[in-house]
Structure formats: C-alpha cells, structure tokens
C-alpha cells in the first residue's frame, strides 16, 4: 500500500513538473513572438519611411528650379531628410520624423505662393506619391504601436514578467509624434 502511495505521489509530482516546464516554455515562446512581431512590425514602419526618404529628393529638386529664393527652405528639409535617414532607435526616430514633418510643411506652404510650381505635373505626382506614403506611414505606426503594446503587456503582466525579466524580454518604445504634428497630415495639396 505504502508503494502504490508513493508511486501515484511520484506520478503527480512528475505531471506537475511537467506542467509547469510546458507553461515556462509557452510563456517564454509568446515573449519571443512578441518581440518578433514588435521587429516586423517596426520594420514595415521603416520601409514606407525610406520611400517617404526616396520622395524627398525629388520634391526639392523639382521644387528648386521655382523657388530661387527659397534656398533656406530646401535646405532644411534637405537637412532633416537626412537626420531622419541617420535616426537610430524608435525615440529618435519619432523626433527626426516630427522635425521632417514640420520643414515639408514649410516648404508646401511656400510653395503655395508660386503657381507655376503648384500646376507642374510632376510636383502634382510628388504630392500624389508623398501623400499616399504619409497615409501608409500612419497605418504602419498604428500597426507598429499596437504591436508594442500587445508586447509590452506580456512583458509586465504577471506571470510572463518574472520570465521577461530573467531572459532580459525588455519594454519597446511606442512611435509616438509630436501631438500638433501628428493631429495634422502634411499638407501637400496644390490643386487649382
């Protein structure tokens, strides 16, 4: 009788082992694919930023023949392209993008004073082209941020934070904009 006793005591406490191995391990597996989404996610920010980067360009080339007297202004945006080119981490990122946003804002709204640049047909496809890519850069932050979040609440909640904190599973940074840039898209409409 004393043999079968400890038998069954050995078989459950070998089913409870068990158990708790199999949750650690689905614990740890849904930090892993949380991080991992969190990394695409992000990465799918970063393409549309560089096609975003890939406009750039063009706008102030185009716009420079019209705007003789407006060096200061392409330069500038010329400048914060090249920031948020150069930006590492999401923190600096929002912050070069937020810069970014606020030079092609000023370069649109001098533009608007010169109409021959505001009817030339391939300012007209720029504007077409950055304003697509300014609507997919809001969808992949919105993507992007709900990723974090979905992450960072596995990080903190009980019990998978005391497996994030031995395994160094870290909190990711929202892709947060400046509140009075991000309220407002960036106006690029130049119709007649």
Aim: net charge negative.
């Amino acid at each position: 009788m004393i043999f079968l006793l400890a038998n069954t005591a050995l078989y459950v406490a070998l089913g409870v082992i068990v158990l708790l191995v199999v949750f650690v391990i689905a614990l740890y597996n849904g930090l892993v694919s949380g991080r991992n989404e969190v990394k695409n996610a992000w990465s799918q920010v970063d393409v549309q930023l560089k096609r975003r980067y890939d406009l750039i360009p063009n706008l102030v080339e185009t716009a420079k023949g019209y705007l003789k007297h407006e060096r200061e202004t392409l330069e500038a945006v010329t400048k914060a392209r090249q920031m948020a080119i150069d930006a590492k981490g999401v923190e600096e990122h929002a912050r070069a993008e937020n810069m970014l946003t606020s030079t092609l804002r000023s370069l649109f709204a001098v533009a608007e004073n010169y109409p021959e640049l505001k009817a030339n047909t391939t300012m007209l496809q720029l504007q077409e082209e950055l304003t697509t890519t300014e609507n997919r850069i809001g969808f992949a932050r919105q993507s992007y941020n709900d990723s974090v979040l979905r992450y960072n609440n596995k990080v903190e909640q009980f019990p998978s934070n005391l497996l994030a904190g031995t395994f160094g599973f870290d909190k990711s940074e929202f892709f947060e904009l400046d509140d009075a840039v991000a309220r407002e898209p960036v106006k690029v409409d130049f119709g007649s």
